[in-house]
T-cell receptor, first 116, second 112 residues
Framework: AQTVTQSQPEMSVQEAETVTLSCTYD???????LFWYKQPPSRQMILVIR??????QNATENRFSVNFQKAAKSFSLKISDSQLGDTAMYFC?????????????FGTGTRLTIIP | DSGVTQTPKHLITATGQRVTLRCSPR?????VYWYQQSLDQGLQFLIQ???????AKGNILERFSAQQFPDLHSELNLSSLELGDSALYFC???????????FGPGTRLTVT
């Protein structure tokens, strides 16, 4: 079974600074998908970024980028020029490429606070 | 706004009761997923439907059941409710099973 580990329960950073959230996962598969979801105080789950394991290039979405290290099974999220609206829980998630196994497996989350 | 709608937003009920949570996926999405978020268990996958058929089951209790209707909306039925069933229940949808999942706003269930 796949597992996702987020070892940083809480982090805080000054506004406009850069912060990196860590995520490691365990799988025996060679092809799969990784995601970061954001859950602000409204509790809505918002997709931030997606990475396909067969792509070597790291995904980027505006101020959000990932550092995907397949051999190390590491998938960190970097937030540049952090903004107050980035304050949220961030969940790392994994999904298999196997048919019928498309569920998301989530980590326990990192609570990020952006300090004004 | 993800385009996924869930009703009701909040539900308060007593132990032993039965409730139905409803989800309408994004337009064109064929796959629907149900997840439970609780303080002690985190985010857990419950069940997935694709184009009306059950596709995968996760940690779903026997007291819980779900279905996806021909118009692709889905319902999650929770019966014989216990205090431990209090949680935030999310529905997510994707166009095809391999695509990224978009979440609804959730239904907060409180069992008293």
């Amino acid at each position: 079974a796949q597992t996702v580990t987020q070892s940083q329960p809480e982090m805080s950073v000054q506004e406009a600074e850069t912060v990196t959230l860590s995520c490691t996962y365990d799988t025996s598969e060679n092809n799969y998908y990784l995601f970061w979801y954001k859950q602000p105080p409204s509790r809505q789950m918002i997709l931030v970024i997606r990475q396909e394991a067969y792509k070597q290039q790291n995904a980027t979405e505006n101020r959000f980028s990932v550092n995907f290290q397949k051999a190390a099974k590491s998938f960190s999220l970097k937030i540049s020029d952090s903004q107050l609206g980035d304050t949220a829980m961030y969940f790392c998630a994994f999904t298999s490429n196997w048919l019928g196994n498309e569920k998301l497996t989530f980590g326990t989350g990192t609570r990020l606070t952006i300090i004004p | 706004d993800s385009g996924v709608t869930q009703t009701p937003k909040h539900l308060i009920t007593a132990t032993g009761q039965r409730v139905t949570l409803r989800c309408s996926p994004r337009s064109g999405d064929l796959s629907v997923y149900w997840y439970q978020q609780s303080l002690d268990q985190g985010l857990q996958f419950l069940i997935q439907y694709y184009n009306g058929e059950e596709r995968a089951k996760g940690n779903i209790l026997e007291r819980f059941s779900a279905q996806q209707f021909p118009d692709l909306h889905s319902e999650l039925n929770l019966s014989s409710l216990e205090l431990g069933d209090s949680a935030l229940y999310f529905c997510a949808s994707s166009t095809l099973p391999k695509d990224e999942q978009y979440f609804g706003p959730g239904t907060r269930l409180t069992v008293t």
